[in-house]
């Protein structure tokens, strides 16, 4: 049976509802015009579909899957980014990467945007960010707007109006479109920890599945680092490596950026940032100051507003009073989708966020319409993820800063270890289904007993246990998991 995770808290013996999704393939219309005979078209489709099945098999032949560890770190003045390596085979199949950000105190991860739509969850810390919407008006002005004359132009500069700028905390989830610039600024007390989710295959990316992320300031690559890299994974990868870390300016004519931004050629020559060694992440020398809102601010509207401009994009999924599904003894589940923030329909992407208390276990399922990357957070868990033949893909511990990609309908189970188990999820998919193999909205339990007994060889009162013994729905806790048959 199936079932997908509500807005409301569903508390331990509350129900899910049931949630149909179909997807609608257009079906090529062929014209009795046509010249091709269809002995010739047969054999074009089964050549390509031969090719497809022959790619897909190079692929994605996932009979092993690990739990991956950043596979490099680029350094910069305010902090660092950590990598996982996205040429790694269940990453390429399904069409996702990840990266985190540790950012110091006073630390400003330089303005920047992807290739594709983007996922980020605050591990730690909090902070101030932005988006930058291309077409919105700057809504956070320091003061009303006057005409100044020519001696008075100097004045006007020391204002400033810029787009929406918002606080964010740990546990908070910011989901941004392909294409927007934004940024970063730890004003927090402690190091900030973003992890960053990439939706390489979306969409909205019309190249590869690379991911790319154009700089709009700084000089955010070097050398070493380049090598470094080259070294770990061949020269070919590196040249990728450095080609992600580009600033958009540092290759445009000192003399056409002074004509297009009307400044003098050494201000232009600066946004190339040729002579910066900052890195990606620089140290602000002083704090930073920005906008707040004003209850008082007046707004001005072009009709663009009510789509983009004043989208909400983020929601905190930590709060224990969130939860979609509760058990007082075993954890919680909680989930971010389209119904709840309605931008990520727009991206097609979701998250969860998952807290096991000690051997506790998550019931065995698999999403529906749906890959997703796992990302530890804290603890450790046994987890095991099962293929279409039966096997084990992957059968060992996940801890702490460790990533794990489930792909679309493998099987997957989780048991807390002793310190317990928590987890932020993203999913491809705006609407992430669950399918349950146990429990009381699972597949098992609707299926007609005899069926049950029939299909395992089991006698109908053991079919009756197999459907019966589990009251929960999704969480279930350690002392009924470790009861007697």
Not at 463 to 469: G, H, L
């Amino acid at each position: 049976m199936q079932f997908a995770v509500s807005r409301s808290p569903i508390y331990t013996d509350a129900s899910a509802s049931p949630l149909l999704i179909t997807t609608h393939t257009p079906i090529p219309y062929i014209s009795s015009m046509g010249k091709l005979s269809l002995s010739l078209l047969s054999f074009l489709l089964l050549l390509g579909l031969g090719y497809a099945f022959t790619e897909q098999q190079g692929e994605c032949q996932l009979s092993n899957i690990d739990a991956r560890e950043p596979s490099y770190r680029v350094q910069s003045e305010g902090g660092q980014t950590d990598f996982w390596d996205n040429h790694n085979n269940e990453f390429r199949c399904a069409g996702v990467s990840i990266r985190r950000h540790i950012i110091q105190q006073r630390g400003l991860l330089l303005p920047v945007y992807h290739n594709a739509p983007v996922l980020v969850y605050v591990v730690q810390g909090r902070g101030t960010y932005g988006v930058v919407t291309s077409g919105c008006v700057e809504t956070f002005e320091s003061g009303q707007q006057q005409q100044f004359s020519r001696e008075e132009r100097s004045q006007r500069f020391r204002e400033d109006r810029h787009q929406k700028v918002e606080e964010f905390q740990k546990g908070d989830v910011i989901a941004i479109r392909a294409g927007d610039a934004h940024w970063v600024y730890n004003d927090g007390d402690q190091e900030l920890v973003v992890v960053v989710f990439h939706h390489n295959s979306n969409f909205a990316n019309q190249l590869d599945q690379n991911p790319r992320s154009f700089f709009l300031a700084g000089n955010p690559g070097n050398e070493q680092e380049e090598e470094q890299y080259r070294r770990l994974r061949g020269s070919k990868r590196g040249q990728e490596a450095q080609s992600e870390l580009g600033n958009v300016f540092s290759g445009l004519d000192d003399e056409l950026l002074a004509e297009a931004f009307n400044v003098d050629v050494e201000t232009a020559r600066k946004l190339r940032g040729q002579n910066d060694e900052r890195g990606h992440i620089i140290r602000a020398e002083k704090s930073i100051q920005l906008i707040q809102p004003h209850r008082s601010r007046q707004e001005r509207h072009n009709g663009l507003e009510e789509t983009f401009c004043s989208a909400r994009v983020k929601e905190n999924l930590d709060r224990a009073s969130r939860a979609d599904f509760y058990n007082p003894r075993a954890g919680r589940f909680s989930t971010l989708n389209s119904f709840n923030l309605p931008i990520l329909s727009f991206l097609q992407l979701s998250a969860s966020r998952g807290v096991l208390h000690r051997n506790a276990i998550f019931a065995p399922h698999w999403y529906t319409n749906a890959h997703s990357l796992i990302y530890a957070t804290r603890g450790a868990s046994r987890l095991q993820i099962v293929n279409h033949r039966g096997q084990a893909v992957f059968d060992g511990q996940v801890r702490e800063g460790q990533v794990v990609v489930v792909p679309q309908n493998f099987a997957v189970v989780k048991q807390a270890e002793e310190q317990g188990f928590e987890w932020v999820a993203f999913n491809t998919n705006e609407n992430a289904a669950i399918n349950t193999l146990s429990g009381r909205t699972s597949a098992i339990r609707g299926l007609p007993v005899d069926v049950v007994a029939n299909a395992y060889q089991l006698s109908r009162e053991e079919a009756q246990r197999i459907k019966f013994s589990r009251q929960e729905t999704l969480i279930f806790n350690a002392n009924d998991a470790r009861r007697s048959a």
